[in-house]
């Protein structure tokens, strides 16, 4: 069974950082673009980052940018989402996702959640104020 494994979450303060890793099990997602979501209580499921399957190409949400940084190591089939800065509006269950479909890789492609065939189950950020 394929599945993406996420790590790395936990309670920071404000100005904190963490870094989330995902790992995939079951097979290799270096041919994959990849990305991160999160998902805050009572609220949708959003767009966060994402990185091309070479790694070359990067999108970020605005609400991040400046302050989250994606990456991925396809030799040890890991991705990451270093996270600086944080706020408490940051908190959220944060998702990894990878696609298969090898869409045309553009911003709209990468923000939609339809893009991704494969997802985590999600790892807990907490910010505190």
């Known amino acids: 069974q394929v599945q993406l494994v996420e790590s790395g979450g936990g309670l920071v303060q404000a100005g904190g950082s963490l870094r989330l890793s995902c790992v995939p099990s079951g097979r290799t997602f270096s041919g994959s673009d990849m990305g991160w979501f999160r998902q805050a209580p009572g609220k949708e499921r959003e767009f966060v980052a994402a990185?091309?399957?070479?790694?070359?190409?990067?999108y970020y949400a605005d609400s991040v940018k400046g302050r989250f940084t994606i990456s991925r190591d396809n030799a040890k089939n890991t991705m990451y989402l270093q996270m600086n800065s944080l706020k408490p509006e940051d908190t959220a269950v944060y998702y990894c996702a990878a696609s298969t479909l090898r869409l045309l890789w553009k911003i709209i492609t990468a923000q939609a959640m339809g893009t991704y065939d494969y997802w985590g189950q999600g790892t807990q950020v907490t910010v505190s104020s």
């Open positions: 990185i091309s399957r070479g790694g070359g190409t990067t």
